[in-house]
Nanobody, 123 residues
Framework: VQLQASGGGLVQAGGSLRISCAASKRTSSNNAMGWFRQAPGKEREFVAAVSWNGGGTIYSDSVKGRFTISRDYGQGVVYLQMNSLKPEDTAIYYC?????????????????WGQGTLVTVSS
């Protein structure tokens, strides 16, 4: 399974950005999908995940209320709408496909990882 993320870029603090990720095969259709991120000099962290049918979502506390994850079930695409961006949101964002249908926080629960897309938030 290949994951192609897109939509990253440079945005000012307070602005919005939407990133997306398409899976190459339908193997993602019965699995949760999500996003992790890694900022320079920091460990990778969970951002958000969505269940196989889009009915359930989970978020990290740092993005809750600002970011919204969704998916197009038929197309195998997952989106992350990021609003009220802060400089600390600057990171490489990685798309992931889970082992299970329900979303989980742990990185070990995700079996496929994309190449990442860079999001830079200027102050």
């Amino acid at each position: 399974v290949q994951l192609q993320a897109s939509g990253g870029g440079l945005v000012q603090a307070g602005g919005s950005l939407r990133i997306s990720c398409a899976a190459s095969k339908r193997t993602s259709s019965n699995n949760a999908m999500g996003w992790f991120r890694q900022a320079p000099g920091k460990e990778r962290e969970f951002v958000a995940a969505v269940s196989w049918n889009g009915g359930g979502t989970i978020y990290s506390d740092s993005v809750k209320g600002r970011f919204t994850i969704s998916r197009d079930y038929g197309q195998g695409v997952v989106y992350l709408q990021m609003n009220s961006l802060k400089p600390e949101d600057t990171a490489i964002y990685y798309c992931v496909v889970g082992r299970r249908a329900v979303p989980r926080l742990e990185s070990s629960e995700y079996v496929y990882w994309g190449q990442g897309t860079l999001v830079t938030v200027s102050s």
